[in-house]
């Protein structure tokens, strides 16, 4: 088996350092955000992977999505207040957060140091739709 180190660019393996990061403004968010699209696909349950990095006071804003997808938001880094469906609570460091399908939510750097997320969108089937046994 070969062995590789964490520089080599492994396919489907991702880093913050080292990608290239667009500024935007998120959902309407009241400062911009960087993020880097890792994983962008028309097929398959998984829509997109993003790295995304909130400066001190950026956000996303609040926002709701459609029924047929969801999305995590997987903390790695800094501290954030986040409002999932009319609730607040402050994540950190390893906590992932389910968005649901039709749901509505939004996250804020509340820290002094940058707020560091991996947000993953994957396709669901509406409940009406699914098969019931």
């Known amino acids: 088996m070969k062995r590789t180190g964490p520089a080599a660019g492994v396919e489907g393996q991702y880093r913050f350092e080292g990608c290239i990061f667009e500024r935007v403004r998120a959902h309407g968010g009241s400062r911009e955000i960087s993020f880097a699209r890792v994983v962008a696909r028309n097929r398959g349950s998984i829509r997109f992977i993003d790295l995304s990095v909130l400066g001190p006071g950026a956000d996303i804003g609040c926002h709701t999505h459609d029924v047929d997808n969801e999305e995590l938001y997987v903390v790695v880094s800094g501290r954030g207040l986040m409002t999932l469906d009319g609730h607040e ?34 396709e669901s089937e509406p409940e009406h739709l699914r098969d019931r046994p």
């Not at 992932?96 to 820290?111: K, S």
């Open 89 to 122: 609570f402050e994540v950190g460091p390893g906590h992932v957060i389910l968005n649901r399908p039709g749901g509505t939510h939004g996250l804020r750097n509340i820290g002094e140091e940058e707020l560091r997320i991996v947000v993953i969108e994957v």
